[in-house]
Each structure stands twice: as C-alpha cells, then as structure tokens.
C-alpha cells in the first residue's frame, strides 16, 4: 500500500518515489522459516488444519477490512470456542474486522499463550490453524514465477524478523529509523518480498516488501522489484535514507498530512499499524 503520484488514493496507498539509481542485491539469508505475520512467529505447535476447514485468506488479517468472508469464518470461530468479546457475540457475524474482533482475537491468542506484543488481536497463520481455520496466502507468488525476476531461494516464503532485519541494514537503514522501516514493510507485506497486491481502482498493482506501485516504473527497474533487498534500497532512497516515510502515510509531512487532515480515523489506523509492527522489531 502506498500513494499515487498526483492523487491521493485512500483505499490502496500506493508509494511516490524519488529515489533512483538503486543497486539490486541479492540477500544472503536463507528464508527457511516461515511467517507470514509476526504473531505467528511464536513457536506454537499445532496440527495442520484438514483441507475442508474453512480457508482464510492471508490478506484478510488486517483492522479495517470490510465485507470479508474469510473474516466471518474467522467471527464464527471465535464464537463457537467461546472466545467472542460480548461486543462480537452481541453484533454477530459481521466480516468486518474491527475493535470487537480484534479484541476476541486477542483473547484467543492469549489463550494459546501469547503475551505482550505477540497478543496483538490480529489473526495469524498458527493461531487461525490453532482454531480450525485453513490459512491461504494470496497475493504472493515465487519470483521464479514472475517474468524477467531471477528466482532467489526463499523468495517465496515471508522472511523472519532476523532476515527482515538484515535486508533492510544491507538496504542502508540504521537505528533508529530501522525500527520504522521494520514495521512499514511487515504492515505492507508481511515480510513477503514476492507479494503483489490485487489491482487498485486505477488497475496498477504494489509490488514487493514495500509495495512499490507500478506508476513509478517510469523511473525505476522494477525487473527485480521482488528481490527483497533492491525493494527494500528503493524504499530507502524514497525515504531519504531513512528520514521521511511520508509517502506510507506515517508523519505529518507531505501526503501523510494531507491524508491525516481528509481522512484522520485512515491516518491512524496507518500509523498504529506501523507501531504495532514496529514494536516486535528484534533489537
């Protein structure tokens, strides 16, 4: 999610990028654990959920997300564990995922262990499985699988909050600003590098760990924008090295105060977002 140049696009942010002459590099660690939120990160053993459990889709897992069908599967597991807050019970299967369901979230990843930051309410691939629900990643793809993208080993998989930390100290980024890239690309892509998202309204898509947005193919290589850390050295250059990440909607510079003043309850939903991220940096 990021901004369009010249338009301010409040359902998808896309990114308005000024950086140029970024270097591709391949990153070094290999991605062999994967998780596809930072919740599931904790090492929490379940079993597999059967193929005909109901699926939830991996892009769904976010507060503000309206009319879902994977967030009803989830609503009505939480009810029937008895882990609903009395808000959700009271309003129902709605599919939107806001502060009821997130709450009873909560409540259930507190119930298989979790604590602090890692019980953020927001459902994760070990605690969906953990309460029978089948977790389906959409919106990712292998690079081996995108045109003109030289496939890399782990490309696929989310990369752990040890690889993400590396990509983005090779991308340039340094304390303290790291912690703030940290929790803009796992509010973007999860940590994903080879996630695209679904058309935006104007049909160009967001690419990689930041989710860089077509429109600036113009004047950036995008042929391999799925590389996590070319993507994540794009996002430092548009970053002005780590010191302005308005065009993510964080701030009150630029287009985040102008997305703060037309749509403040968006802006902060933006910004908790990156907080809540931001806090399971590991530092």
């Excluded at 850390?229 to 065009?247: D, I, L, P, Q, W």
Aim: net charge positive; glycine share 10%; aromatic share 8%.
């Amino acid at each position: 999610m990021t901004h369009h140049l010249r338009k301010i696009v409040v359902a998808s942010v896309t990114t308005c990028v000024v950086g140029a002459g970024v270097v591709a590099t391949t990153p070094t660690a290999s991605a062999a654990s994967v998780v596809p939120t930072a919740v599931s990160a904790h090492a929490i053993s379940v079993a597999p959920a059967a193929k005909k459990s109901p699926k939830f889709v991996s892009t769904h897992a976010r507060y503000g997300k309206k009319n879902s069908k994977s967030v009803k599967r989830l609503q009505r597991k939480l009810i029937s564990k008895g882990t609903a807050s009395k808000g959700l019970r009271s309003a129902g299967v709605t599919g939107s995922y806001y502060k009821q369901t997130k709450k009873s979230v909560r409540k259930w990843q507190r119930k298989l262990g979790y604590s602090g930051a890692g019980a953020d309410g927001i459902i994760g691939q070990a605690s969906a499985t953990a309460l029978g629900l089948r977790w389906v990643v959409k919106g990712t793809s292998s690079t081996a699988s995108v045109p003109n993208v030289t496939s890399t080993p782990g490309q696929s998989g989310a990369l752990s909050p040890q690889q993400l930390k590396s990509v983005l100290k090779q991308a340039g980024f340094s304390e303290p600003s790291i912690r703030t890239a940290y929790g803009i690309a796992m509010r973007e892509s999860r940590g994903y590098p080879g996630i695209a998202s679904k058309p935006n309204s104007n049909g160009t898509q967001d690419h990689g760990l930041f989710q860089i947005n077509d429109v600036h193919r113009s004047y950036i290589d995008f042929t391999n924008i799925y590389d996590a850390v070319y993507n994540a050295r794009v996002a430092y250059n548009m970053s002005s090295a780590g010191t302005n990440f308005s065009a993510w909607g964080i701030g009150t510079q630029g287009w985040a105060g102008t997305l703060k003043k037309q749509s403040p309850s968006y802006w902060n939903m933006l910004q908790s977002e990156m907080e809540r991220f931001k806090a399971q940096y590991p530092g």
